[in-house]
Every structure is written in C-alpha cells, then in structure tokens.
C-alpha cells in the first residue's frame, strides 16, 4: 500500500491519448510536488520510465519513484512507455522553496575545521556513505508508510543554511529533532539496514536503511546502535537511541532521506510532528 504523503500532493489518473481502440492506460502519481519532495508512480506493469531522460527502475507492479532536490528546477519531465509502445510525457511543475538560515555556536572547533587528519576519516565516512546512496536494488519497501522515527522538538529543518561557529557550510540534509538521551529511534520505513557504523566523525553512531529504488534513510548522533548490517527491518523496529555522538551541541537524532544522491525532505513523508 502506498502511504499517506504531506504537503501539496500530485494526483493523476491518465487515458493515454493515441492508445488502440479499447485500449486505456493509467498513470498515477502520487506525493508533494516541491522542493525536497518525493513522488511515488504507479503505471501499468511491463512501463518503462526516464525522468529529465534518465532511466528508472520501476517494480514489476509498475512503481516508481521521482525525488526533487533541495534546489531542483521548476519542472521536471516523466516520460512512460508502455508494452504496446504508446508513450505518456508528464511535465511535473515544481514549486519553489524558501530556506532558513540555522546559526549553530559552541561545537567543538575541530569539527568545524578538521585537521587534516579528520578530513581523512571524514573521507572514508563519505564514501561509505555514498556506496549505501549508490545501491538500486530492486525491493519496494518504500510502499510502506513513513513515519517519524523520535518524538521531540524539530529544532533543525532541511535545507537550512548553516552557519557554523560563524562560517557558512552546506545547508542542512535532513530534519533534527531533540529527545532525552536513551530515548528509543525506530525504523521510519520497512527496509533493510545497509550500515550501522560506531563512530563516524560528523555523524557519530549512524544507521542507514535501504527503503529500495534508491531510496535510503539515514540516523545520525546515535548514542547506542540496537541492529546490525543486512538485518531487515519494519517501520517502527528500534533501531538505536538518541544521543550526543559526531558533531553536536547537545542529544537529538538526525533523521536524512535520499533517493540516491538527492537530498529529500524527510517531513514532507510524514507531515507535522504529533503531540
């Protein structure tokens, strides 16, 4: 079943035009059109889909997933092709966002401006990483509903820009949300855990879960990691506890989702938090 999804959803159901005589096919698509927002597509089986002219993998049930970045253009090309070869274009409108500017004071200076040393290991954290965003495989486990993984105020929003001990860096990736330290993180989606590293040094205890179609989700500052890799896991499976680890101020958890290498805003999954 696909989830509910906040914020201003697409939804469309389609008759291609020039099909055959008694022939009707249907295109749907459902999730925010905006900045940091994800769409799932649902087609007829058998579909063949490129987004902007890049193929993607669609699931034998013809789903599909189209992200847009934090700073993605105003409009975004799907085109479908189905078994009797009629071609479907979509022309995705996408509205623009404005950004905060977050000020961050008092982290360590050493995890500001790393020596050359950490920059190393901050390297090697990156490359991890990026290997977990690289991963196509072919689960759809995103079907299933998000949520929120902690409970607590969002005191970081995505796509911020951050200013660092006073030095601009890149804008923020993800939501943070601040919880008493222990408190218990769970699994946002189904999905299988594809790292779970102790002591990355931005990030500190991390978990990643890959949701499938590049999709994959990312817990960061862990104080205590509770699954380990290629475990497969439920939405809402602990997964770790809220902590203080890598580059923070203070406990909280922050929770990052990506289709490959596009940052996506992981609120827009799940709407407002819950009191």
Same mark, same amino acid.
């Given at each position: 079943?696909?989830?509910?999804?906040?914020?201003?959803?697409?939804?469309?159901?389609?008759?291609?035009? /020039?099909?055959?005589?008694?022939?009707?096919?249907?295109?749907?698509?459902?999730?925010?059109?905006?900045?940091?927002?994800?769409?799932?597509?649902?087609?007829?089986?058998?579909?063949?889909?490129?987004?902007?002219?890049?193929?993607?993998?669609?699931?034998?049930?013809?789903?599909?997933?189209?992200?847009?970045?934090?700073?993605?253009?105003?409009?975004?090309?799907?085109?479908?092709?189905?078994?009797?070869?009629?071609?479907?274009?979509?022309? %995705?409108?996408?509205?623009?966002?404005?950004?905060?500017?977050?000020?961050?004071?008092?982290?360590?200076?050493?995890?500001?401006?790393?020596?050359?040393?950490?920059?190393?290991?901050?390297?090697?954290?990156?490359?991890?990483?990026?290997?977990?965003?690289? !991963?196509? #495989? #072919?689960?759809?486990?995103?079907?299933?509903?998000?949520?929120?993984?902690?409970?607590?105020?969002?005191?970081?929003?995505?796509?911020?820009?951050?200013?660092?001990?006073?030095?601009?860096?890149?804008?923020?990736?993800?939501?943070?949300?601040?919880?008493?330290?222990?408190?218990?993180?769970?699994?946002?989606?189904?999905?299988?855990?594809?790292?779970?590293?102790?002591?990355?040094? %931005?990030? /500190?205890?991390?978990?990643?879960?890959?949701?499938?179609?590049?999709?994959?989700?990312?817990?960061?500052?862990? #104080?205590?990691?509770?699954?380990?890799?290629?475990?497969?896991?439920?939405?809402?499976?602990?997964?770790?506890?809220?902590?203080?680890?890598? !580059?923070?101020?203070?406990?909280?958890?922050?929770?990052?989702?990506?289709?490959?290498?596009? !940052? %996506?805003?992981?609120?827009?999954?799940?709407?407002?938090?819950?009191?």
């Amino acid at each position: 079943m696909i989830g509910r999804w906040a914020g201003t959803a697409a939804a469309a159901v389609l008759i291609v035009a /020039g099909a055959p005589p008694g022939a009707a096919h249907e295109l749907s698509l459902e999730g925010p059109l905006t900045q940091g927002g994800l769409v799932i597509g649902r087609g007829d089986a058998g579909i063949a889909v490129t987004v902007d002219g890049r193929a993607v993998r669609v699931s034998p049930e013809g789903l599909f997933l189209v992200g847009f970045g934090r700073d993605a253009p105003p409009t975004v090309e799907v085109r479908v092709r189905y078994r009797d070869g009629v071609t479907t274009v979509r022309v %995705l409108h996408v509205a623009r966002r404005t950004y905060q500017v977050q000020r961050i004071d008092g982290l360590p200076p050493r995890t500001v401006t790393p020596t050359p040393e950490d920059l190393e290991r901050i390297r090697l954290d990156g490359a991890a990483i990026a290997a977990v965003r690289a !991963r196509d #495989s #072919s689960r759809a486990d995103f079907a299933s509903r998000f949520q929120w993984p902690v409970r607590g105020r969002v005191s970081g929003v995505f796509g911020s820009q951050r200013i660092l001990n006073g030095k601009p860096r890149h804008p923020h990736g993800g939501v943070d949300v601040v919880a008493p330290p222990g408190t218990p993180v769970a699994a946002s989606a189904d999905g299988v855990v594809v790292l779970a590293h102790p002591d990355m040094f %931005l990030t /500190g205890r991390t978990v990643m879960i890959d949701h499938g179609h590049g999709l994959a989700s990312v817990y960061a500052h862990m #104080s205590e990691i509770l699954v380990t890799q290629g475990q497969r896991v439920a939405r809402g499976t602990p997964i770790g506890r809220v902590g203080a680890s890598g !580059r923070v101020t203070g406990p909280h958890l922050h929770w990052g989702v990506s289709l490959f290498d596009t !940052r %996506l805003d992981p609120a827009l999954l799940v709407g407002p938090m819950a009191e």
